[in-house]
């Protein structure tokens, strides 16, 4: 997920006219395009929550990277890579939807990696056992889905129009994920017990996917008023957890959360939030896995430079080639 | 989100399954004797493919630009699916009541009948494509001839394969050449992964009996036929990529008989960890 932090820089002082009027397309529902005119806040801020939704792909190949060389079957192996790769696709979608905002490729992976940019916490918790890969399918693809089905009516057509395509791709990881949960939990007593163990580790983490609650900041108003923000954090999370519930209790697992009740009143359920204390410190640095994820990342990076360089020596050299027949064909 | 009902549809798990065909096996119908031998090198065939689409699929992450990753993955899900297809075939004809997995995962360092150009490390991403070229140019070089196959399976599955497989050396060579002639780092590198790996590539054109039997009925070529093309080929884009032609290309063979490098022992115990620690689950 992405949008977990991303604070909207709000204008200060008077509305101009060129404000008025850019609200008021939003407000008729109009997409702002790449050329057009808008406020430096919205640039911002929309540069900010694409490229974390980007990192967040990028990053998010790392855990489920870390089974596709153990997996059980061949069939399975061969989803997990379809997925992963999908994931890469995902990024460059958004990678390109922030590069018309007018920040590059290489700007955004520098700000990842210097940790300036953030990506998604999730992605900083361990993939212990096969049955995380169904984990994160169902619960950790399932919230993602929560926030960016919203986000494909976004006021920025670019945004907007890879969410889509984005979103028809994750509801099948979803499926595969949850797939791979059921027979899990419908296998022998070990396979059984993994499953549980992933939905006990996985539930809080998922939870926290929404971000803190909301009620308070007045930067998700202004968010919501540019339709960069469809719902608000605690929507979300409350129509995840409406959701989940019944798909852990088909597959015969228990959501590890003493207090969570139906509430008839509310037409939803009742449930604990999770260790914000704990999602701070992740998202300062201390998860179980932030130094390796980051690390690989930085690693894919740096060994990877000689290979980049490599090829635009070879493009220049073409060009050259084909400038200098083209002089001596004159 | 899906609804409950749609999350639990059981297609999930078809949606990557390949059909073998259900053809008429005519040459395997006249000669059933032939059997073993086609199993034998239906396995190299599937080997090849799975350790080698398992060493691409090691990189996912962790590539050099998005773009080369989704590329390698992409590689790699290809030659996934060619295993399925060849082993899946083996199984059938094996007619032992063994499953594509129960050969991909249960079967030990010496059963396994890859080349060893396939198992050698990844190394960095020049080594990587440097050995997916040399392997490229000899899988497209069989493909074509395996159209032909005297029995109808093969020929299907290498039709089916002979599409990608005609991207996978278009991109390799493209990448080959690039870096080979790129920068004087990118060269050195190209060439160093070059001399490490030629001396693997003689054993994709040594025949043995099992080569021989199969070449016999018509199945497929012998080794030896494909080595002069496949040299031409290589040799023409080496020299386009400014990277010189070691001298001897055949000195590590074994692979196809089952004796192999120390590294495919660590491969096989990390892919098959599951199915072996968990004996009989189903997943």
Redesign the interface.
């Known amino acids: 997920m992405y949008a977990q932090m991303v604070k909207s820089e709000g204008s200060s002082g008077e509305e101009t006219p060129e404000e008025r009027e850019f609200q008021d397309r939003i407000d008729r529902g109009e997409k702002i395009e790449p050329k057009e005119w808008m406020p430096a806040g919205y640039r911002k801020t929309l540069i900010r929550q694409i490229s974390q939704h980007a990192h967040s792909e ?1 990053v998010g ?2 855990p ?2 870390n089974w ?12 997990l ?2 997925k ?2 999908d994931e ?2 995902h ?2 979608y958004l ?1 390109s939807a922030a590069e018309t905002l007018g920040i590059s ?1 290489d700007e955004m992976y520098e700000q990842l990696h210097s940790g300036k940019a953030k990506y998604s916490s999730i992605f900083n918790y361990p993939t212990l056992t ?1 049955a995380d890969m169904g984990a994160v399918g169902w619960l950790v693809d ?1 919230a993602a ?2 926030n960016q ?1 919203p986000l494909q009516r976004t006021s920025y057509g670019p945004y907007s129009r890879a969410m889509i395509r984005i979103c028809k791709e994750e ?2 990881h ?3 994920g ?3 949960m ?3 939990a419908r ?2 007593e ?2 059984r017990e993994m499953a549980q163990d992933a939905l006990n580790r996985f539930w809080y983490p998922a939870l926290m996917m929404f971000g803190p609650s909301d009620a308070n900041s007045v930067h998700s108003e202004q968010s919501m008023a540019w339709k960069i923000k469809i719902n608000t954090n605690d929507e979300l999370r409350q129509r ?1 957890v409406n ?1 989940t519930v ?2 852990a209790e ?1 597959l015969g697992l228990e959501v590890p959360d003493p207090d969570l009740a139906w509430n008839e009143e509310k037409g939803g359920y009742d449930f604990s939030q999770p260790d914000w204390d704990e999602f701070f410190e992740v998202l300062k640095g201390n998860g179980p896995c932030n130094k390796e994820r980051l690390g ?2 930085v ?3 740096e ?13 220049e ?1 073409a060009s050259a080639r084909r400038a200098a027949s083209a002089t001596a064909a004159e | ?2 609804s ?1 009902p ?5 297609n ?2 078809e ?3 390949d059909q073998g065909g259900q053809g008429p096996r005519d040459v395997l119908a006249e000669t059933p004797e032939l059997k073993p031998a086609l199993f034998e090198w239906l396995c190299r065939m599937g080997d090849s493919t ?1 350790v080698l689409g ?1 060493r691409l ?2 990189w ?11 590329a390698v ?2 590689v ?2 290809d030659l ?2 060619h ?2 297809m060849w ?1 899946g075939l083996a199984a059938e004809v094996e007619e032992g009541g063994r499953s ?2 129960d050969l ?2 249960l079967r030990d360092v010496m059963r396994f009948r890859n080349i060893k150009l396939a198992e050698l490390p990844n190394g ?3 080594r990587t494509l440097m050995r997916q070229f040399l392997f490229d140019a000899w899988h497209h070089l069989m493909l074509e001839r395996l159209v032909q196959s005297s029995v109808t399976e093969v020929a299907e599955i290498a039709a089916k394969a002979l599409k990608e497989v005609t991207y996978h050396l278009g991109r390799s060579s493209d990448l080959v ?3 080979g ?3 004087a ?3 050195a ?1 190209m060439q160093e992964a070059l001399d490490l790996l030629w001396p693997y590539t003689g054993e994709m054109f040594t025949g043995d009996a099992v080569d021989e039997t199969v070449a016999e009925a018509g199945v497929a070529p012998r080794p030896e036929d494909l080595r002069a093309a496949w040299t031409a080929l290589v040799t023409e884009v080496l020299f386009e990529a400014t990277l010189s032609v070691p001298e001897n290309g055949d000195v590590h063979r074994g692979g196809k008989q089952g004796r192999h490098t120390e590294h495919l022992g660590y491969l096989l115990a ?2 098959q ?3 072996r620690a ?1 004996p ?4």
């Open positions: 990028i190949q790392l489920e990277g596709i060389t153990r997996a059980p079957t061949l069939e399975r192996k061969q989803i890579l379809a992963v790769q890469a696709g990024g460059l990678y490729r096969w399932g889905i929560m089905v509801s099948f979803q499926r595969q949850y797939h791979i059921m027979k899990m296998g022998t070990a396979q995840f959701e019944p798909q088909f690989a990342r690693k894919a990076w060994d990877g430079a000689w290979f980049r360089d490599g090829l635009t020596a070879y493009a050299k | 989100m899906p409950l749609d999350m639990t549809t059981p999930v798990a949606l990557a399954r799975l398992h699929s090691e996912c992450g962790r590539g050099p630009a998005l773009e080369e990753d989704i993955a992409n790699a899900l996934i699916g295993t399925q082993l594509v997995d991909a995962y960095d991403i020049g050449i690039r870096l002639d790129g920068t780092e990118s060269h590198r990390e892919m960890f599951l199915q968990y009989g689950a189903e997943w």
